[in-house]
């Protein structure tokens, strides 16, 4: 920092001008750079591979009563059988377990995940649920010792956008009253391999069903693939393979008071970020970012993790630390190269991830879903495989145009920013990439 102040000094501006300056010189590089990485990771491929260019399927060679069937009923999968039931498609759901769900993931929705959740008709998947709302982050540099809060963009009328927070499990279970209230079937069993005719397209998926333990078949014109981010389904829909930058360790604060209220909060120190967002109105989660899970986790979390916390925070964490079970989770990267199958589309986590520090996930999912909707609106008969390879072809183009390819390369960037080695980020730095950052999700 001696330097920096030198150099401020000799120009006659103040240092922060002077990392702005370099931020503004800088940011592009790196963008550019992140970029290329991405474009390579993905193969660089823009067009599906020879052997599926779009020529004119043979017929399945059998009469369904379901025109889609749906593998997975998380947020992606839920919240397509919602839509298109109520386009009048005959929807089947298919999830290993219809309990609510319990993850430490997938809690925070940014303004352009609910914006689309309102536009999906879903918006009381998000109510009565104890949700909270969001309006921005505070983010806290332990190296500089300072704070800054980062307030979402404004919207088309001058009110400034919000997110909404939650029980992930409570939201899920939200998001499939909704879909069997618009007429999707939901059916609770495990997924265990797709179906093939003789021309290798996909006409269905066989199932151990969770209340027989026999196995089943289900038909259908086409299936969509949204079991996650633990896919079984990837390899062979996909030309690219997940790679793990971190973990994630997670415990459940109770009555932590928020710096500022309705705000979430990033800390920067030493080994990686750390998230704090309320979830009920006296629950409060924290994730912890490490590059490896430590195996005296528990000690790691009091003796390194706690002195970095602002003060408000320390108590509750320790007692969450003392007295739950700390979970934690990989995050995973996957760009989204898809190798198209006729009868089957890959979708969700299943199909494409970005570091989940920026919560930017089930905006792109929930996008997703707003895309496939308006899309498969102009398709008469979804046996149609030729009709809707196009729409995958569409759709890979339109998601990179709107929101999915911004989001995935700030998300990544965003990381890499906020878990320097070094510890010497900016906050001009944090600062300028979040703005653009929460613009985008």
């Not at 919240?79 to 929807?91: E, H, I, P, Q, T």
């Not at 912890?288 to 000690?299: A, Q």
């Amino acid at each position: 920092m001696s330097s920096l102040a030198s150099v401020a000094a000799y120009l006659q501006l103040p240092a922060i001008s002077l990392i702005r300056i370099a931020v503004c010189l800088l940011l592009p590089l790196v963008v550019v750079v992140m970029v290329v990485g991405f474009l390579q990771r993905c193969g660089r491929r823009t067009k599906p591979k020879q052997k599926c260019q779009y020529v004119e399927p043979a017929p399945p060679n059998f009469d369904s009563e379901n025109e889609i069937v749906i593998v997975g009923a998380g947020v992606l999968g839920s919240s397509l059988a919602s839509a298109l039931s109520r386009d009048g498609r005959k929807v089947t759901v298919i999830e290993r377990d219809l309990q609510e769900p319990n993850r430490i993931v997938g809690e925070l929705l940014q303004p352009g995940g609910y914006a689309a959740l309102q536009k999906l008709g879903l918006k009381e998947a998000v109510e009565g649920i104890d949700a909270h709302i969001v309006h921005g982050y505070v983010i806290h540099d332990n190296t500089t010792k300072s704070m800054v809060a980062l307030s979402y963009p404004l919207d088309d009328t001058g009110k400034v956008l919000t997110g909404r927070s939650f029980h992930h499990g409570r939201f899920i279970m939200g998001l499939r009253r909704e879909a069997k209230k618009d007429g999707a079937t939901l059916i609770e069993g495990a997924a265990s391999s797709l179906l093939e005719d003789p021309h290798g397209h996909i006409v269905g998926v066989l199932y151990k069903d969770k209340a027989s333990g026999t196995d089943k078949t289900i038909k259908a014109k086409l299936t969509f693939v949204a079991d996650g981010c633990f896919s079984r389904f990837r390899k062979g829909l996909v030309d690219a393979e997940v790679s793990i930058s971190s973990n994630f360790a997670g415990v459940v604060m109770r009555d932590c008071p928020q710096m500022k209220t309705g705000y979430a909060e990033i800390v920067l120190g030493t080994g990686g970020p750390l998230l704090v967002y309320q979830i009920s109105h006296n629950d409060t989660r924290i994730l912890v970012d490490m590059p490896k899970v430590p195996s005296d986790i528990k000690g790691y979390m009091l003796s390194v993790i706690e002195p970095q916390l602002p003060a408000h925070i320390k108590s509750p964490f320790r007692a969450a630390v003392d007295a739950s079970q700390i979970r934690t989770m990989p995050n995973s990267f996957l760009p989204p190269c898809p190798n198209p199958v006729p009868g089957v589309v890959l979708l969700g986590d299943a199909f494409n991830m970005r570091h989940p520090l920026t919560g930017g996930g089930m905006s792109v999912a929930l996008n997703d879903v707003l895309l496939w909707r308006r899309m498969l609106g102009e398709v008469r008969d979804v046996g149609d495989h030729r009709a809707v390879l196009k729409c995958l072809e569409k759709f890979q183009w339109q998601r990179k145009g709107s929101h999915a390819f911004v989001v995935n390369v700030l998300a990544q960037a965003l990381y890499k920013l906020f878990s320097a080695s070094d510890g010497k980020g900016t906050m001009g730095c944090v600062q300028y990439v979040s703005n653009i950052c929460v613009t985008y999700v």
